[in-house]
């Protein structure tokens, strides 16, 4: 399943860890936090652009990292409808899972583990029936598309060190990044240090050579709190 998935992404092959050369954009949460309290309608038109299979990739760093981040602040409830979603995926619940996923994509279009969940989805139909593989192919293109868009955001926010972590909405973002965005599959652990998590890598790859990379999870933080307000 994770190499189907970086294959279809067909992600660039810039090595992250060369960081020398490329410019940082960091999320100001505060920012963003008011855009969405004054002007949401702003935001959803940058995600509605962000997610168009066709469209030029005219969006500035700035846009897009406006349109993912800042989805998180347009809905509620995701938390517990990813929950649901995941449990039935470890169950092996295929169909209840494309289900469950939709709803989550139905609060915020822009999470992670419910657009792998649709590829992954997609895939099994068209692997269990041929007939319907042509079928899956522009769903899967869909969901490819706005999953590449998502994680090459995700890199444009920080390098990994803890000094410059990348910015993440959830913990799903941050195994998919280093799966599906790095290509790393082995990780040994996984630890919070201040706002941040801490993965420790069992390999390294043609895009990130060092030993440990960090996320922060400001945001994961803040919509676990609003839970359970």
Known sequence: ???????????????????????????????????????????????????????????????????????????????????????????????????????????????????????????????????KAWMTTDSLKVYAVRLQRILETISMTGDGSRKHPFSVTSVGDEYNFVNYFLTISKINRQMVVDTCDRLVLGETSQKYSAPDIYFDITRVLEIEREMFK
């Open 1 to 131: 399943m994770r190499k189907f998935i970086i294959l279809i992404l067909l992600l660039t092959s810039l090595k992250l860890s060369a960081q020398t050369e490329r410019t940082l954009t960091p999320v100001n949460w505060k920012k963003i936090e008011a855009e969405a309290k004054d002007n949401p309608q702003h935001i959803k038109n940058l995600m509605e652009y962000f997610m168009k299979v066709d469209a030029d990739t005219a969006l500035t760093a700035d846009e897009r990292i406006l349109a993912f981040y800042g989805s998180t602040y347009l809905g509620k409830g995701v938390l517990e409808a990813e929950w649901d979603m995941l449990k039935a995926r470890r169950e092996g619940e295929i169909d209840k899972v494309a289900v469950m996923a939709d709803k989550v994509l139905a609060i915020n279009p822009l999470n992670t583990n419910a657009i792998v969940s649709k590829i992954s989805y997609y895939r099994q139909v068209a692997t269990t029936d041929p007939d």
